[in-house]
């Protein structure tokens, strides 16, 4: 989600929704004293071409015997603290960079916080350039046209850097931005068009296209738990600007979320008084853009990233339950649009954000046996140094990746790594997994919720009785859900289970993922959650707590809203009883099965209240009625003529 989730501590709804400026710099260890000690502060209203003007905090280093770079935050939450006499814990995306001294800038976005303008959520990006013109001599650049005072973040972020460099004393000429979840979708839209002063752009987590993969949906898949929150929170109305949002839209507490969504009913019921009550922006543009349609067209960024000019380090995180998507895809758009480009990716084993702390060695029962952001720090260190202040450094990896299971670093020329081969696994009669498709094989011993004969299993998904995307009882989003051990969702009657026998080598997995399914459901309409599971036999080295036999450890889930199977703008029902196919690409894995585990997958029709019950009829979910929601029997296929299956690119 837009908001930065570190394991600081058991993080509740409050902490969740602060930005990198309060859990972050908390774990990366604040400065104050060092700041204040070593920087001059200045705040300032930079005008735009269209009159408006973005509040923009500035620090300096107070030594003025050098030039030095900027390195530059955009945000929606707040560029302060405000006031001459307040000041930062500490300063850019890590502590060596703030020690090796630049001009660290923070700006409020247009219409958040003390910024003038009317605020858009994820500002669409203009298709025409419109920041420099090209000269008709020595390939130089001129400024806009004064008529053309139409703006996106690229215009405002070019209009920023050109007064900073004009109005800035001791800069060097050069500019860096990075930002991290929403920052990471303003440090994206830098990059079109970008100012020539524009040289290194760290694009973190960040948003991305939010129908397709990232917070609000997933292949058209709502999800309720996080948007619900994050807007309450997000949403608030700012007439003038403002130092301090004051609260949220209302007030509301639940201990168990799954009992309180599912006591909330039907999505429209998010809009009665005691909740948004139409007062949520946001919120009643999320739900009245129930396809993909001209507004999530619109904010998609990746079309736009066109003939890239700056370098750019793209960073992820494995267990990123906010914008894992984001990150990926903003790096395979400017591989493929701007082939030239300067471009890397690095993606780790953090959730949201987890690269900023000064520490990651450990998350829920995962022990990595290192600081893994200690390698990282010195890659986003190295980046930065190198394009904004000549330091020498060795060329950057392509990719550079976390492979868990193993617990190592690995890098690649390539993302994916072109060695990487597909190997389809295929669901099997009586639960079993294997890389044999049903027509050439009996399949191999497993177990399955429901086995019904003749190539096909099936189970009722009840809307009033839908599976948990967690186990137990939790408030706010647990974000450790993306580890964790699924045997109690294998329990149920409405998951089905198909695993391998165990691996008599083992089998490292590194790319991208396929899910092919054929089902039929007696409803019109059907949500297909497919999961990747590693399924420990006992203890081991990597687990920090000693766990059973069994154990199954979820490597990879997504959703899909099965009336999208065929296109995301226009929609299409399930013929009762008429086989299917959903085939959808899942976000990549870097992971190793070892010798001994077993490779299982899930199948389930409901993720609850992490993604929003799908009535099963075929119907506008947002403004759907208690009689619209029904019980569907889900038959999954693996015959001869219905080869279900998931997609692993295996490299040994």
């Known amino acids: ?18 930005p990198l400026l309060s859990c972050g710099q ?66 850019g995306p890590n502590r060596t960079l703030m020690h090796e001294m630049y001009i660290f800038v923070y700006q409020d976005v247009r219409g958040r916080y003390m910024s003038e303008g009317q605020f858009q959520e994820m500002t669409p990006a203009r298709k025409d350039p419109h920041n420099a013109l090209p000269a008709a ?69 960040p948003v991305t296209d939010e129908f397709i993969g990232d917070d609000a ?18 949403d608030v109305k700012r007439p003038v600007p403002v130092k301090d949002y004051g609260g949220n839209i209302f007030h509301v507490e639940y201990p168990d979320a799954y009992q309180f969504f599912l006591d909330l009913g039907p999505l429209k019921n998010s809009n009665k008084p005691e909740y948004f009550n139409n007062q949520g922006k946001i919120w009643n543009e999320y739900l009245a853009a129930s396809t993909y349609d001209d507004y999530w067209q619109a904010r998609n960024i990746r079309p736009h990233l066109t003939n890239i000019r700056p370098a750019v380090l793209v960073v992820g995180g494995w267990f990123d339950a906010e914008d894992m998507f984001g990150s990926l895809r903003t790096y395979e758009a400017i591989e493929q649009q701007s082939p030239h480009n300067d471009n890397h990716i690095v993606m780790g084993p953090w959730t949201h954000g987890g690269w900023a702390a000064g520490s990651w060695t450990k998350f829920g029962p995962l022990d990595f046996g290192q600081n893994v952001n200690d390698h990282y720090h010195e890659i986003e ?9 000549d330091s020498v450094m060795a060329a950057l990896p392509e990719a550079t990746v976390f492979q868990t299971g193993a617990n190592q670093w690995k890098e690649y020329a390539a993302w994916p790594p072109a060695e990487a081969k597909p190997v389809k696994f295929f669901l099997r009669d009586k639960g079993g997994l ?39 009882i939790h408030a706010s989003r647990d974000n450790q859900y993306i580890v964790t051990d699924q045997r109690f ?14 691996l008599t080598d083992s089998m490292t997995v590194t790319g991208r993922l396929k899910a092919d399914i054929f089902l039929s459901s007696t409803g019109t309409d059907a949500d297909l959650i497919v999961k990747l599971i590693d399924v420990l036999p006992g ?5 920090t707590a000693a766990v059973p036999a069994g154990y199954q450890r979820l490597v990879r889930a997504e959703v899909f809203r099965c009336k999208f199977r065929n296109s995301y703008e226009r929609p299409e029902p399930l013929v009762p009883g008429q086989p299917a196919e959903v085939a959808f690409n899942m976000n990549e894995i870097a992971h190793t099965f070892k010798k001994g585990h077993r490779i299982m997958v899930q199948v389930q029709s409901s993720w609850f209240p992490l993604v929003d019950i799908n009535p099963q009829t075929f119907v506008n979910i947002p403004t759907a009625g208690e009689a619209d929601f029904q019980k569907a029997t889900i038959r999954i296929y693996h015959d001869p003529a219905h080869p279900s299956g998931i997609t692993l690119p295996v490299l040994n």
Request: overall charge negative.
């Open 381 to 389: 260190t190295n980046f930065f140094d190198h394009y904004l202040k």
């Open 26 to 91: 908390n774990r990366r260890g604040g400065e104050p004293d060092f700041v204040r000690q070593n920087f001059d502060k200045q705040e300032v209203y930079i005008p735009m071409r269209d009159g408006k003007r973005l509040y923009t905090v500035i620090y300096t280093p107070k030594d003025h015997s050098h030039s030095y770079p900027f390195l530059m935050e955009r945000t929606p939450y707040s560029a302060g603290p405000y006031g001459d006499t307040l000041y930062k814990g500490s300063l």
């Open 434 to 472: 294997a890389p044999q498709s049903p027509a050439a094989a009996s399949g191999s011993p497993g177990n399955t919720s429901v086995s019904a004969g003749g190539g096909f299993d099936e189970y009722v998904s009840d809307p009033a009785h839908p599976v948990p995307y967690i186990d137990g």
């Open 217 to 234: 949906n997933h292949n058209g898949a709502f999800f309720l738990l996080d948007n619900f929150d994050f807007d309450n929170f997000f």
């Open 489 to 502: 969702a294998a329990e149920r009657p409405d998951v089905l289970v198909y695993e391998t026998a165990p």
């Open 1 to 18: 989600m837009r908001k930065i989730i570190l394991q600081c501590s058991r993080l509740g709804l409050t902490l969740l929704l602060l």
């Open 137 to 205: 001599k020595h390939g130089k650049l001129k400024a806009p046209a004064p008529a053309d005072q139409s703006t996106d973040e690229s215009s405002d972020t070019w209009d920023t850097v050109d007064w900073l460099l004009k109005n800035v004393k001791n800069n060097n000429g050069r500019v860096g931005i990075w930002g991290i979840s929403y920052p990471g979708f303003y440090a994206s839209a830098s990059l079109p068009d970008a100012h020539p002063a524009i040289k290194a752009v760290s694009p973190q987590a």
């Open 539 to 543: 203890s081991e080295p990597g687990i």
